[in-house]
């Protein structure tokens, strides 16, 4: 089992956990990322991110997701794939406890991300990959044929019902208030699109 010493643990490769994955490694702690998934978070499964600071066209979330980890790892932070299990904190040290090993670690950073939030319907989990999808730009191409109805009424559903446009014949946006709660710029793009 590995049991390795850290000045500093982030748990977490989305963009907040890669930020502090950054300062950490410039500042030449000896610093470790755990991620589970895909360093880059659920940045990844966008299409186009357009309101990132320094990309005025907006880049693929793949391509920034891999930049960013281009510039930590050049910066020499240590980054594993692996599911964080258990921590305990202790007066001097933290322990982080992970399917790939034990790390011990000064300080302990959490930059968990978040998950898709899910309907929560009986059949949900039954039909995932079978007309239930959470992520427009993965699967949009399997419903070129047929409406799609995404839920929500924040700024992720509308992205997606906007990629999902460009794909199918009709979006039909649900909602459970009278008004969304997108951006504006968001509301704008949706409202001037005809197939929604």
């Known amino acids: 089992m590995i049991n390795l010493n850290y000045e500093v643990v982030i748990i977490g490769g989305g963009p907040a956990g890669l930020t502090a994955g950054l300062y950490a490694s410039r500042a ?59 921590i305990e904190v202790g007066e001097e040290q933290k322990e982080v406890k992970t399917t790939e090993g034990h790390f011990v670690a000064q ?8 998950e898709r939030r899910k309907l929560d319907v009986p059949v949900e989990e039954k039909f995932t990959g079978k007309g239930v999808s959470y992520c427009a730009t993965c699967d949009a191409a399997f ?19 906007l990629h999902l446009a460009k794909f199918v014949p009709k979006v039909i946006v ?20 005809i197939k929604i």
């Not at 300080?107 to 978040?114: E, P, R």
């Not at 649900?174 to 699109?193: G, V």
Request: charged content about 20%; hydrophobic content about 40%; glycine content about 12%.
């Open 28 to 86: 030449r702690l000896n610093s470790l990322l755990i991620e589970k998934g895909l360093v880059g978070g659920q940045i990844v499964n966008a299409e186009l991110v357009d309101n990132y600071p320094g990309f005025p066209e907006g880049i693929n979330g793949f391509e920034l997701g891999q930049l960013m980890h281009q510039q930590v790892t050049k910066y020499g932070l240590n980054i594993i794939m692996a599911e964080v299990t258990g």
């Open 107 to 114: 300080a302990v950073i959490i930059a968990s991300g978040s």
């Open 143 to 161: 419903f070129r044929e047929v409406p799609v109805a995404p839920v929500g009424g924040g700024d992720a559903a509308i992205t997606e019902a």
């Open 174 to 193: 649900i909602h459970r208030r009278d008004q969304l709660r997108a951006s504006r710029i968001l509301q704008e793009k949706a409202f001037s699109e």
